[in-house]
T-cell receptor, first 111, second 115 residues
Framework: DAKTTQPTSMDCAEGRAANLPCNHS???????VYWYRQIHSQGPQYIIH???NNETNEMASLIITEDRKSSTLILPHATLRDTAVYYC????????????FGGGTRVLVKP | KAGVTQTPRYLIKTRGQQVTLSCSPI?????VSWYQQTPGQGLQFLFE???????NKGNFPGRFSGRQFSNSRSEMNVSTLELGDSALYLC??????????????FGPGTRLTVL
């Protein structure tokens, strides 16, 4: 699976959009981009995933660049409950369910 | 429906002992994966089971083993415990063996402390 690079940490103001970048410059054509988050003392939680097109669900939006070498997770209106570690993962979906986690971005939403 | 259940939630063992952790996936889910989380190494994949067969294995020594039963429940075993095995062990379940729209649901984890 391709390696991802994320900022170690970032702060965000409550009510504002949080934009979390991820670099995956070695991504191959059959790898999807997944985002998970882990709130303190809980197991990771799936947020969203995509291949080429931008995706949106009730939790977030995922913007993937045209060359697929990077992506951005957008939390449109961050709340205090969004404080967590966010992981960007790329994986070959046909190769099973294995997730390779990097260090993630520690997001602190401040009032 | 009920989420992923892991038992026990906390466990204290001493070096040299062995331990068995249990994971009950969401009803209907046939895939179970295990992960180890430590402050130093982060979240690392241990192994994945689907329909009682191990499909994927991470880079861990043979002291770490697992199995899945016909009802999809899974257990992992660590023999000859070392201090470095102290970690949060997470189990994730999903419906299918792979595929893009195959969300994985994580349990709360078992916190293992080796003294």
């Amino acid at each position: 699976d391709a390696k991802t690079t994320q900022p170690t940490s970032m702060d965000c103001a409550e009510g504002r959009a949080a934009n979390l970048p991820c670099n995956h410059s070695t991504i191959s054509g059959n790898e999807y981009v997944y985002w998970y988050r882990q709130i303190h003392s809980q197991g990771p939680q799936y947020i969203i995933h995509g291949l080429k097109n931008n995706e949106t669900n009730e939790m977030a939006s995922l913007i993937i660049t045209e060359d697929r070498k990077s992506s951005t997770l957008i939390l449109p209106h961050a709340t205090l409950r969004d404080t967590a570690v966010y992981y960007c993962i790329v994986r070959v979906v046909a190769a099973g369910n294995k997730l390779t986690f990097g260090g993630g971005t520690r997001v602190l939403v401040k009032p | 429906k009920a989420g992923v259940t892991q038992t026990p939630r906390y466990l204290i063992k001493t070096r040299g002992q062995q331990v068995t952790l249990s994971c009950s996936p969401i009803s209907g889910h046939r895939s179970v994966s295990w992960y180890q989380q430590t402050p130093g190494q982060g979240l690392q994949f241990l192994f994945e089971y689907f329909s009682e067969t191990q499909r994927n294995k991470g880079n861990f020594p043979g002291r770490f083993s697992g199995r899945q039963f016909s009802n999809s429940r899974s257990e992992m075993n660590v023999s000859t415990l070392e201090l470095g095995d102290s970690a949060l062990y997470l189990c994730a379940s999903s419906l299918l063996a792979g595929g893009s729209y195959n969300e994985q649901f994580f349990g709360p984890g078992t916190r293992l402390t080796v003294l």
